[in-house]
């Protein structure tokens, strides 16, 4: 949609189609440039998509407001080896439902209050 967002953004072959915004939480809709991906059981390239069901990854806040990434979830279908497979993604940890980048922050987070709390002893 917009290659500024696309940059801000950061994240690999993905594009910002739509936001929405809402009191204090901005929603991106994100699409994924690539239609066809690699099989993890037998690494054929081509993988045909069956379903697509988004899910709601929480990323970092800009400008004091919470950012939700609106983010694919694609099924795929491999005709060589006949097996079905769930897309990874390449900035969300299996399973989790942040950014890395979002978990690193906490993360930090957690450690500079540790810190700060044990200097105050
Ligand atoms: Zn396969």
């Known amino acids: 949609m917009d290659l ?3 940059r ?7 594009t910002v189609e739509s936001f ?18 690699t099989c993890p059981h037998c690494n054929t390239h081509g ?3 069956k379903q697509n069901r988004p899910i709601l990854i929480r990323d970092l806040s800009v400008f004091g407001k919470i950012v939700y990434l609106n983010t694919p979830r694609r099924q795929f279908y491999c005709q060589h080896c006949q097996r079905h497979f769930t897309e990874k993604l390449p900035f969300v940890d299996w399973e989790r439902r942040y950014t890395q980048r979002y978990e ?17 002893r």
Do not use: H
């Open 4 to 6: 500024y967002l696309d």
């Open 8 to 14: 801000l953004l950061n994240l690999p072959n993905t």
């Open 20 to 37: 929405t915004e809402e009191e204090n939480k901005i929603t991106l809709k994100l699409r994924f440039l690539q239609d066809e991906i």
């Open 47 to 49: 993988g045909k998509l």
């Open 104 to 120: 690193e922050y906490v993360y930090q987070r957690v450690q500079s209050a540790v810190w700060s709390r044990n200097k105050s």
